[in-house]
């Protein structure tokens, strides 16, 4: 099973040496594209338009709703949105707005703004460009009812963003300008319009330097849909960000007429292959240089970030973020020899000691912008940023390791004050549409409790077996592991699960019952005593056998019908969208299986 799957994940390797995988495509994409090259210029893209209707047409659930991807639940989001733009269309399905009725308890105006606003609440990234579309198709008719943005924040220098509590997380100011200065237009001019609307010329300046070469913010079709429909319909159809938008759509669009949540996640989707293939893998010296080369070498103008980081691909529309970043300092780990100095390294390393948070976690993109949830910190980020310090302590100077061990303490610390009392961790970014509440807090343990087990902390070996301890009880009969206790098995979490267990049971060079476990013990690197305060982790090596041993059934039962690589949405931005992405089945499942004969090899030895 190992070797089918490494030569299968090997055959996925493109041209130029990346692997890029495939995104689902997305509701929500190609309906904000469709409207998007629909208000810019519908005869000049007719051909798109309508292979993009025909395809959301042809993917409509049964009841006149849709998922984020093909294989989601109806949603309201993607049904709103698919619903705005075929209605802007004339081709809207009386079964939508039957759905969408039932869902807002109404389809005017008063209803869909609040449903909409308490459906994301104090996060306006989302909800205000899906009320201004809405709008703009035509399907709200009141533009009062539709709260402002204060675009013209923008123009005032990067460094204080974080202290003007903006209603927008920190990588979306393209779309609190475009959005709105479409908002501005169409309000009533008050006694305070002539003073914003003087903003507009500077604020549509930010928005171009903003705007990467190759045309998508994010390189996400949505975002640049949203950016370039409001700048068409603020009077800007012509306006070189529009027409460099259009663009954009235009070469992502797929065969089919649809388009993907994202271009591709090339930097990440790397990093998973060669932490899944392992120092054995083909040309390794040619990827470790490939790799270290896509790490950021100047202050992005998107965010602005220094230099250092690396983003989820090596496209111009990519921004530099600490999951990322940290997979790609293992990953380079994984590939270098004889533990030799890479300039990179120290750079990405001090990049992550930079951003940490003043609550000890890791953010996503931006340090300081706390209040909203992407800009918070994130369990399975911080661990993962834990684990690149701690993969790289004894080659760094010095000084960073003296900041790394600082890091380290007040990581171990976030992680302890935010584990729940059963044990688990609930990730930004992963999440399960199957799940009660659509979160997943076996992805956050897992990923988590396989970080802290890297390390020789003694905090960290005990909130690592406190995890393990949640992942062990929610494991299901059939030995696989949804995204949370009660979910239907998936292999993307059963994969990362065993990944896990098979880290915490695998540790020969001391005893979990050594470690110090209260939370007043020292940090240092290879400080263990003979102190015990966690009762549950005794059994940890032989209960973890026995789930292991199920859990890899499970794996080869997908894998001998072919199921394996079935799509699996997960969630994105805090269980709010869907995608899927087909090589994180075979990158997950691969690394869990040589993790597990890794351990066997070393116990028979």
Same mark, same amino acid.
């Given at each position: 099973?190992?070797?089918?799957?490494?030569?299968? /994940?090997? +055959?996925?390797?493109? !041209? %130029? @040496?990346? &692997?890029?995988?495939?995104?689902?495509?997305? *509701?929500?994409? $190609?309906? =904000?594209?469709?409207?998007?090259?629909?208000?810019?210029?519908?005869?000049?893209?007719?051909?798109?338009?309508?292979?993009?209707?025909?395809? /959301?047409? +042809?993917?409509?659930? !049964? %009841? @006149?709703? &849709?998922?984020?991807?093909?294989?989601?639940? *109806?949603?309201? $989001?993607? =049904?709103?949105?698919?619903?705005?733009?075929?209605?802007?269309?004339?081709?809207?399905?009386?079964?939508?707005?039957?759905?969408?009725?039932?869902?807002?308890?109404?389809?005017?105006?008063?209803?869909?703004?609040?449903?909409?606003?308490?459906?994301?609440?104090?996060?306006?990234?989302?909800?205000?460009?899906?009320?201004?579309?809405?709008?703009?198709?035509?399907?709200?008719?009141?533009?009062?009812?539709?709260?402002?943005?204060?675009?013209?924040?923008?123009?005032?220098?990067?460094?204080?963003?974080?202290?003007?509590?903006?209603?927008?997380?920190?990588?979306?100011?393209?779309?609190?300008?475009?959005?709105?200065?479409?908002?501005?237009?169409?309000?009533?001019?008050?006694?305070?319009?002539?003073?914003?609307?003087?903003?507009?010329?500077?604020?549509?300046?930010?928005?171009?330097?903003?705007?990467?070469?190759?045309?998508?913010?994010?390189?996400?079709?949505?975002?640049?849909?949203?950016?370039?429909?409001?700048?068409?319909?603020?009077?800007?159809?012509?306006?070189?960000?529009?027409?460099?938008?259009?663009?954009?759509?235009?070469?992502?669009?797929?065969?089919?007429?649809?388009?993907?949540?994202?271009?591709?996640?090339?930097?990440?989707?790397?990093?998973?292959?060669?932490?899944?293939?392992?120092?054995?893998?083909?040309?390794?010296?040619?990827?470790?240089?490939?790799?270290?080369?896509?790490?950021?070498?100047?202050?992005?103008?998107?965010?602005?970030?220094?230099?250092?980081?690396?983003?989820?691909?090596?496209?111009?529309?990519?921004?530099?973020?600490?999951?990322?970043?940290?997979?790609?300092?293992?990953?380079?780990?994984?590939?270098?020899?004889?533990?030799?100095?890479?300039?990179?390294?120290?750079?990405?390393?001090?990049?992550?000691?930079?951003?940490?948070?003043?609550?000890?976690?890791?953010?996503?993109?931006?340090?300081?912008?706390?209040?909203?949830?992407?800009?918070?910190?994130?369990?399975?980020?911080?661990?993962?940023?834990?684990?690149?310090?701690?993969?790289?302590?004894?080659?760094?100077?010095?000084?960073?390791?003296?900041?790394?061990?600082?890091?380290?303490?007040?990581?171990?610390?976030?992680?302890?004050?935010?584990?729940?009392?059963?044990?688990?961790?609930?990730?930004?970014?992963?999440?399960?549409?199957?799940?009660?509440?659509?979160?997943?807090?076996?992805?956050?343990?897992?990923?988590?409790?396989?970080?802290?087990?890297?390390?020789?902390?003694?905090?960290?070996?005990?909130?690592?077996?406190?995890?393990?301890?949640?992942?062990?009880?929610?494991?299901?009969?059939?030995?696989?592991?949804?995204?949370?206790?009660?979910?239907?098995?998936?292999?993307?979490?059963?994969?990362?699960?065993?990944?896990?267990?098979?880290?915490?049971?695998?540790?020969?060079?001391?005893?979990?019952?050594?470690?110090?476990?209260?939370?007043?013990?020292?940090?240092?690197?290879?400080?263990?005593?003979?102190?015990?305060?966690?009762?549950?982790?005794?059994?940890?090596?032989?209960?973890?056998?026995?789930?292991?041993?199920?859990?890899?059934?499970?794996?080869?039962?997908?894998?001998?019908?072919?199921?394996?690589?079935?799509?699996?949405?997960?969630?994105?931005?805090?269980?709010?969208?869907?995608?899927?992405?087909?090589?994180?089945?075979?990158?997950?499942?691969?690394?869990?299986?040589?993790?597990?004969?890794?351990?066997?090899?070393?116990?028979?030895?």
């Amino acid at each position: 099973m190992i070797s089918a799957l490494s030569q299968d /994940l090997l +055959a996925r390797q493109s !041209p %130029g @040496g990346l &692997w890029r995988g495939s995104l689902s495509a997305s *509701a929500i994409a $190609t309906s =904000t594209s469709v409207f998007a090259l629909s208000v810019i210029d519908k005869a000049r893209y007719a051909a798109y338009v309508e292979a993009g209707v025909k395809w /959301l047409r +042809a993917t409509m659930l !049964p %009841g @006149g709703g &849709w998922g984020d991807t093909p294989e989601s639940k *109806a949603n309201m $989001t993607a =049904t709103l949105l698919s619903y705005a733009s075929l209605f802007y269309l004339g081709a809207a399905p009386e079964e939508t707005k039957t759905y969408l009725s039932k869902q807002f308890g109404d389809i005017g105006d008063e209803h869909i703004v609040n449903g909409v606003l308490k459906y994301y609440g104090k996060d306006l990234t989302f909800s205000l460009p899906i009320l201004v579309m809405c709008a703009s198709a035509g399907m709200i008719t009141r533009w009062d009812a539709i709260p402002f943005l204060p675009f013209e924040l923008a123009v005032l220098p990067q460094r204080f963003f974080r202290f003007l509590n903006l209603p927008v997380v920190s990588y979306a100011i393209p779309a609190l300008i475009a959005v709105g200065i479409l908002r501005h237009r169409k309000g009533k001019k008050r006694l305070f319009y002539p003073l914003r609307e003087a903003f507009v010329k500077k604020s549509l300046n930010v928005l171009t330097r903003l705007q990467p070469s190759g045309g998508g913010f994010l390189e996400a079709a949505p975002l640049t849909a949203f950016v370039s429909m409001c700048m068409a319909c603020a009077g800007y159809a012509t306006h070189a960000v529009t027409r460099k938008a259009a663009g954009f759509l235009v070469d992502t669009v797929r065969t089919n007429g649809a388009w993907p949540i994202d271009t591709d996640l090339a930097g990440w989707l790397t990093a998973l292959s060669v932490k899944a293939l392992g120092p054995e893998i083909p040309d390794r010296e040619r990827l470790l240089e490939m790799i270290a080369g896509n790490a950021f070498t100047f202050k992005h103008p998107f965010t602005g970030a220094q230099p250092g980081g690396w983003g989820w691909s090596d496209l111009p529309g990519a921004v530099p973020d600490a999951d990322d970043t940290a997979g790609n300092l293992i990953a380079l780990h994984v590939l270098q020899k004889d533990s030799r100095y890479i300039p990179e390294v120290s750079k990405g390393i001090e990049w992550l000691l930079n951003l940490q948070n003043k609550d000890g976690g890791m953010p996503t993109f931006c340090k300081g912008w706390g209040r909203l949830p992407f800009d918070r910190s994130s369990p399975d980020i911080s661990a993962h940023s834990l684990a690149a310090f701690e993969l790289w302590y004894e080659t760094l100077s010095g000084k960073l390791r003296q900041r790394c061990d600082k890091s380290i303490h007040r990581l171990l610390r976030w992680l302890e004050k935010t584990q729940a009392a059963n044990g688990s961790w609930t990730p930004l970014w992963f999440g399960d549409q199957d799940a009660a509440n659509e979160q997943s807090p076996v992805y956050g343990t897992a990923v988590a409790v396989e970080y802290l087990s890297m390390s020789r902390r003694p905090l960290a070996i005990c909130l690592a077996a406190k995890g393990s301890d949640y992942l062990l009880s929610a494991q299901n009969g059939d030995g696989g592991w949804g995204g949370a206790k009660g979910a239907p098995s998936k292999v993307t979490f059963t994969a990362r699960a065993l990944s896990a267990l098979s880290r915490v049971a695998g540790k020969t060079d001391y005893n979990l019952e050594d470690a110090v476990c209260n939370s007043d013990a020292t940090n240092s690197r290879f400080d263990v005593t003979a102190d015990r305060n966690l009762s549950t982790s005794s059994g940890v090596a032989k209960d973890c056998d026995e789930a292991i041993a199920n859990g890899t059934d499970f794996l080869y039962r997908r894998f001998k019908d072919e199921t394996l690589n079935n799509a699996e949405p997960v969630g994105l931005y805090f269980a709010r969208l869907w995608y899927s992405e087909e090589l994180y089945n075979i990158t997950f499942a691969l690394h869990a299986l040589k993790q597990i004969r890794n351990r066997m090899t070393t116990n028979n030895s």
